[in-house]
């Protein structure tokens, strides 16, 4: 009996595909996902060896901006806050108003002073960095989030985002 069973077996297996035959038995190996950043996400001036984790935690990000030094400057996307982070809390405890003199960025501490200058009309605005942007959005090339009303100073309120040369300055500076 079991070497008829053996042979039935044997015997409609014959019928099927042995691509068929061998993936019932063997599992197939799991892709391994691809984190890094686009090429074209690497061209930030001053920070060529950064690359982006989909799992950044605050400590790696911190080890990030520590590589800024006082007056340095460097060019990028500046993009600004969507209406609904109005009376949200921002990185360094605030909440956030977009009244307020804020703005985010990865690449300059907390609570430190910058003027962000549009590289299309040349207008400037001086704010403190008050809070962290995603860090999907400094792996393509985001350098700063600023407010609406700053977006509205710097000329790019209605199409979203502008190119913009960021510059720590120190407390107190004037426009």
Request: proline content about 3%.
């Amino acid at each position: 009996m079991k070497f008829s069973f053996c042979l039935v077996s044997i015997f409609l297996m014959s019928f099927t595909s042995p691509e068929r035959a061998t993936s019932v038995f063997n599992t197939p190996k799991l892709k391994t996902a691809n984190f890094a950043p686009p090429s074209d996400s690497l061209s930030l001036k001053n920070f060529r060896n950064f690359k982006a984790k989909e799992n950044r935690t605050a400590e790696n990000n911190n080890s990030l901006i520590k590589k800024i030094v006082s007056g340095k400057s460097m060019t990028g996307t500046a993009t600004y806050y969507a209406k609904y982070f109005e009376g949200r809390k921002a990185a360094n405890g605030e909440v956030f108003s977009h009244s307020k003199n804020n703005v985010a960025s990865n690449f300059f501490k907390l609570n430190s002073w910058v003027r962000v200058t549009s590289l299309i009309n040349g207008k400037s605005i001086i704010a403190r960095v008050t809070d962290r942007m995603h860090p999907r959005m400094a792996a393509r090339g985001r350098v700063v989030d600023i407010t609406s009303e700053h977006a509205r100073v710097l000329g790019f309120y209605g199409g979203g985002m502008s190119k913009v040369k960021i510059e720590e300055v120190k407390p107190g500076t004037e426009e």
